[in-house]
């Protein structure tokens, strides 16, 4: 995508009823993390919210719905989303690391996928919801990575391998990821101009997005803001568990623990 380039703006309208939204991203849930999990686990079944936005990269990675078919930790996520959409309205919008999430394992967990980007009408205003990767256009290597792997035809051909190789070159990726980190490596952050342009093309005030890691509120020109979720780890000190919440009132920042 390119700065002057402009996605498809979908749209969602908040039922009456709703009182309460919250968002979470970047909880990168994998096994080896069983403390972020509880800590999902936990925050799942006691939020008050009426509707729960999942902006992406709920899961370190996700290379087919094979594993949540089987008793283990890919069906123990699912579980904790089907038990949340008793009490819930759930959305999942996709992120870098678990794009290949489908909507039927979506379905099975009662949980709605999110076109990326989406805007959400509530309390009056309009709230411009991404995952966040496809604005960090600095990041040319991994704009044309995406490019890849979001083409259905590429999706198709992946998941038709046998797990096991899908599982060894999501090992490797990782590998490669965590190579990158060490190296200090400074990441992109969005583009401020491409951000703009989403905003006023939404017709939007507040951009809501995850990916970057870097919580933060920023004031944009037009008394437009970007809002960024953080990531989740609960094994950091401290702990980062952080939930936006939003109310007729506006957004807070929530420590979940």
Same mark, same amino acid.
């Given at each position: 995508m390119t700065a002057t380039a402009l996605p498809r703006f979908e749209e969602l309208l908040a039922p009456g009823t709703w009182r309460t939204i919250d968002f979470i991203s970047d909880l990168h849930l994998q096994a080896a993390e069983? $403390? =972020? @999990?509880?800590?999902?686990?936990?925050? %799942?079944?006691? =939020?008050?919210?009426? #509707?729960?936005?999942? &902006?992406? /990269? &709920?899961?370190?990675?996700? *290379?087919?719905?094979e594993p949540a078919q089987e008793p283990g930790f890919a069906a123990d996520c699912a579980a904790v989303l089907q038990a949340t959409a008793d009490?819930?309205? &759930?959305? @999942? %919008?996709?992120?870098?690391? /678990?794009?290949l999430v489908s909507d039927g394992f979506l379905r099975a967990c009662r949980t709605t996928p999110l076109p990326d980007p989406t805007v959400l009408g509530f309390a009056g205003q309009r709230w411009l919801l991404t995952h966040g990767d496809a604005l960090c256009l600095a990041d040319t290597d991994y704009m044309k990575f995406r490019e890849q792997v979001r083409n259905p035809a590429w999706q198709r051909e992946f998941l038709s391998r046998p797990l096991a190789e899908r599982q060894a070159i999501a090992r490797e990726l990782r590998e490669q990821s965590e190579a990158r980190k060490r190296s200090g490596v400074e990441y #992109?952050? *969005?583009?401020?101009?491409? =951000?703009?342009?989403? &905003? $006023?093309? #939404?017709d939007a005030q507040v951009l809501i997005h995850g990916h970057t890691h870097r919580p933060a509120d920023h004031a944009l020109a037009a008394a437009r803001q970007r809002t960024v979720l953080s990531d989740w780890d609960a094994r950091a000190e401290p702990a980062r568990q952080e939930v936006l919440r939003l109310t007729a009132a506006g957004l807070q920042r929530i420590a979940f623990d």
């Open positions: 069983p $403390e =972020t @999990f509880d800590a999902w686990r936990r925050y %799942m079944s006691e =939020t008050p919210a009426d #509707a729960v936005f999942i &902006l992406g /990269d &709920l899961f370190e990675v996700w *290379v087919g719905d009490r819930a309205s &759930l959305f @999942f %919008m996709h992120g870098n690391r /678990d794009f #992109a952050d *969005v583009d401020g101009a491409a =951000t703009q342009a989403w &905003l $006023e093309a #939404a």
